[in-house]
């Protein structure tokens, strides 16, 4: 995981009108029942499914999807896709913006977030990573074979991972490098001939009047006030994904290389993703 990426130009300054309040009020409350009274049920559901599949989890996932699939009806903020995720058993790699790229993938089929370690302390929203199965990791080198090993685990278990191989959020108007270290796991002796990385791309385009970096939440931005701005906002604009083809890992001689083919797909389709 990198450091936290900055921009030379500071985030754009928003202000709370009554209008707004209203609609924080509303929309926070339901967003509030929605995502919880969700948690609720996945953990009710996890219950028998945990005795039943042990690590598999063939039910709670979809529990997640729909909540998800509410949140950003609840938000206002559209998807358009282009493409569809994989059938193939491996892991799904995205550039990343803001916090609404958890609603958004997630809420196209079953997927386990890879987050940093730091997230598994926020109040609520490290209740709510614990509980849908996220994967966290430290940014000491010391970790790496552990993590290694616990990448590997999930995989062979069947879970569709997400990676963010930026490993920080961005302003949204430009694609970093990937680092090749996440990668490192597809290529054991176990999973290199299985596994298939879908690359993603997430561009986010917000209507007239708004900013180009509505959405986008990166640096020391604070999440309670970025979360409070996006449930103001009026009306929202639309997020584009485009699923790019899977790429098999066999095919690439190492980590560094299918890091680059990855990077590549995004960075491409980034750039076009918006009409």
């Known amino acids: 995981m990198s450091p936290t990426w900055t921009s030379e130009t500071p985030p754009d300054r928003w202000s709370l009108t009554a209008a707004g309040a209203l609609r924080i009020l509303l929309r926070g ?19 028998v499914e945990r005795p039943l599949h042990n690590a598999h989890r063939p039910w709670t996932p979809f529990v997640t999807v729909t909540v998800c699939r509410l949140a950003l009806r609840i938000i206002g903020l559209r998807v358009e896709t282009t493409g569809a995720p994989m059938n193939h058993d491996g892991a799904i790699v995205a550039n990343h913006s803001t916090w609404l790229d958890i609603f958004v993938l997630n809420a196209a089929a079953p997927l386990y977030f890879v987050a940093k370690s730091e997230v598994s302390g926020w109040a609520g929203i490290g209740w709510l990573a614990r509980a849908t199965g996220t994967v966290f990791v430290r940014r000491e080198r010391r970790e790496a074979h552990a993590q290694k090993s616990e990448f590997e685990e999930r995989l062979l ?35 290199r001939d299985k596994l298939w ?44 994904v485009v699923w790019h083809p899977a790429l098999k890992v066999a095919d690439f001689v190492d980590r560094k290389a299918l890091a680059r083919a990855a990077e590549t797909a995004v960075r491409d389709g980034h750039a076009l993703s918006v009409p």
């Open 29 to 47: 409350a339901a967003l509030f029942v929605v995502v919880f009274g969700g948690l609720l049920i996945l953990l009710a559901l996890r219950l």
């Open 157 to 191: 278990d069947g879970h569709r991972l997400l990676f963010f191989p930026e490993g920080t959020s961005t302003d949204g108007a430009c694609v970093l490098p990937f680092k090749p270290t996440l990668f490192a796991a597809f290529f054991s002796d176990a999973l």
């Open 197 to 240: 990385i879908q690359p993603v791309s997430v561009r986010y385009v917000a209507t007239d009047g708004e900013k180009p970096r509505h959405y986008a939440w990166w640096g020391e931005m604070e999440f309670a006030g970025h979360l409070l701005k996006i449930l103001a906002t009026a009306r929202h604009g639309t997020a584009h």
